[in-house]
């Protein structure tokens, strides 16, 4: 038989025989496959409260559990099933907080595309229930600091540093941060591009517009990428954007 989101189940729950035999009779089929029972007792409903009375919360009260949110989430089809924002729903409803964090690795992969709340009968707001979720977990200390929270660093930082979004920096110094060698240039000590390891997804994204690109315009992306090019005065300006910024906790 087959099992619908057969990702929401540990593999060692699922339980499946070549052959079923039952009081001396073959009784083989596609029911050999069994999942195995499991008892959960630790509901924190104090969970599912919190969501609800957040302003972005209030619509998980009208989901019944159609799926339509998790059948057009490209997440979900295209990337990871573990990703599924109708069982989110289902588990934070429930206040099931510990299957909650299990997925809390995918959890933040939303592309805020909306098309579950464009699709929700319902008029849940998936994307912003998701997000008070996120919230609300990493407030009780359940979930990490998320990837692209790091990365909204990360950007912060480089356009504080130059005063504008140095594509190579961000890029590069990003794959710097994930762990990828790359190699500095000995002036700034700044990761010179393609140069070093790069991800294969990278390398096969930029092919394609680098071979569209005339030489003239290739020379001068290569030189700012190298070099870095500098606002007007920005030194100054900086020190005082910095200042700003922490005291309104945006640096936090
Ligand atoms: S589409 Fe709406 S009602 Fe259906 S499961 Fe998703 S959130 Fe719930
Ligand atoms: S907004 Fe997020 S959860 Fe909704 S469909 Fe898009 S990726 Fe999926």
């Known amino acids: 038989m087959a099992i619908h989101e057969r990702s929401l189940v540990e593999p060692e729950r699922i339980l499946r025989k070549d052959r079923l035999v039952i009081d001396g009779v073959d009784v083989s089929g596609d029911w050999n496959l069994i999942i195995l029972p499991r008892v959960i007792d630790d509901y924190d409903l104090d969970f599912a409260k919190e969501v609800m009375n957040a302003p972005d919360g209030k619509t998980i009260v009208n989901c019944y559990q159609c799926s339509?949110?998790?059948?057009?989430?490209?997440?979900?089809?295209?990337?990871?099933?573990?990703?599924?924002?109708?069982?989110?729903?289902?588990?934070?409803?429930?206040?099931?907080?510990?299957?909650?964090?299990?997925?809390?690795?995918?959890?933040?992969?939303?592309?805020?595309?909306?098309?579950?709340?464009?699709?929700?009968?319902?008029?849940?707001?998936?994307?912003?229930?998701?997000?008070?979720?996120?919230?609300?977990?990493?407030?009780?200390?359940?979930?990490?600091?998320?990837?692209?929270?790091?990365?909204?660093?990360?950007?912060?930082?480089?356009?504080?540093?130059?005063?504008?979004?140095?594509?190579?920096?961000?890029?590069?110094?990003?794959?710097?941060?994930?762990?990828?060698?790359?190699?500095?240039?000995?002036?700034?000590?700044k990761p010179i591009p393609f140069i070093g390891e790069t991800p294969e997804w990278l390398k096969q994204l930029t092919v394609k517009p680098i071979k569209s690109m005339n030489i003239g315009f290739l020379v001068l992306n290569a030189k700012h990428m190298l070099f870095h090019p500098r606002t007007k005065n920005w030194n100054r300006f900086k020190q005082v954007l910095r200042k700003v910024m922490q005291e309104e906790g945006a640096l936090t």
């Open 68 to 189: 339509y949110c998790t059948a057009s989430c490209p997440v979900h089809n295209y990337w990871d099933e573990r990703y599924n924002p109708r069982h989110f729903i289902y588990l934070a409803r429930l206040g099931m907080v510990d299957e909650l964090q299990k997925r809390a690795d995918v959890m933040w992969r939303c592309v805020s595309c909306h098309k579950c709340t464009h699709r929700c009968p319902k008029g849940v707001l998936v994307e912003e229930v998701l997000k008070v979720i996120l919230r609300v977990m990493a407030k009780k200390g359940l979930i990490d600091e998320y990837p692209s929270k790091k990365f909204d660093k990360f950007f912060t930082e480089t356009v504080l540093e130059y005063g504008r979004i140095e594509d190579g920096e961000l890029l590069f110094g990003w794959i710097e941060k994930q762990g990828y060698k790359v190699v500095k240039d000995p002036i700034l000590k």
